[in-house]
């Protein structure tokens, strides 16, 4: 009886290593297959990062353009400005004293 019930016991044992080496190979394929799927994710993520970048400088061209474009709109209209106002300020010297501006 008791050869029965250690031989039971090395059965039940066994039984449980071949259940976990079962599972353990089912987990192994299972991670496998996912590391090869997020491989490939991987690829997809780095060509839709630079494509990303790419996108990101032009459009940071576009603003850095936009930007100087604004500066020197600006810097134009306060010359233009200040033009106008030391023409008007010409005219109002050389109203009240004509030979003002002549050498």
Do not use: C, G
Request: overall charge neutral; aromatic content about 8%; charged content about 35%.
């Amino acid at each position: 009886m008791n050869q029965a019930r250690i031989n039971h016991r090395i059965e039940n044992r066994m039984n449980d290593v071949d259940h976990r080496l079962t599972f353990l190979e089912q987990t192994f394929k299972e991670s496998f297959e996912f590391i090869k799927e997020h491989m490939a994710t991987k690829v997809d993520l780095q060509e839709l990062k630079e494509d990303l970048s790419k996108e990101l400088r032009t459009a940071w061209k576009i603003d850095v353009a936009s930007a100087k474009y604004e500066i020197i709109d600006a810097v134009d209209r306060k010359f233009e400005n200040r033009d106008h106002q030391i023409r008007t300020i010409k005219s109002t010297i050389t109203s009240f004293h004509p030979t003002a501006f002549t050498k």
